[in-house]
């Protein structure tokens, strides 16, 4: 199995910034799409930022300019750089991950277990 891990989340002040990471171990081959999602509560999971094996990314538009998504395939790590941090941006972020485990098994979507970013006015 692989299992992502999540480090990064805490509270800071709005304007502030914070680094998440997202660690992939297991039984990796190669890692395809890699993505951050968040949840507000009461609210629906939205997409936040993904980035291609290739380095294209896409962005919400609600963090477009403030976040960076990144990676290093070497490490097996996703990352998501948040900077001018907002109230709005209180949410309990999740990594996803594509991975495949072999050369002759398909693709498996795999998600981190979440952890909380809190934004203070």
């Known amino acids: 199995q692989v299992q992502l891990v999540e480090s990064g989340g805490g509270l800071v002040q709005a304007g502030g910034s914070l680094r998440l990471s997202c660690a992939a171990s297991?039984?990796?081959?190669?890692?395809?799409?890699m993505g951050w999602y968040r949840q507000a509560p009461g609210k629906q999971r939205e997409l936040v930022a993904r980035?291609?094996?290739?380095?294209?990314?896409n962005y919400a538009d609600s963090v477009k300019g403030r976040f960076t998504i990144s990676r290093d395939d070497a490490k097996n790590t996703l990352y998501l750089q948040m900077n001018s941090l907002k109230p709005e941006d209180t949410a309990v972020y999740y990594c996803?991950?594509?991975?495949?485990?072999?050369?002759?098994?398909?693709?498996?979507?795999?998600w981190g277990q979440g952890t909380q970013v809190t934004v203070s006015s």
């Open positions: 996803y991950a594509g991975v495949l485990v072999s050369a002759t098994l398909p693709i498996r979507g795999y």
């Open positions: 297991g039984s990796v081959f190669s890692i395809n799409a």
């Open positions: 980035i291609a094996s290739g380095g294209s990314t």
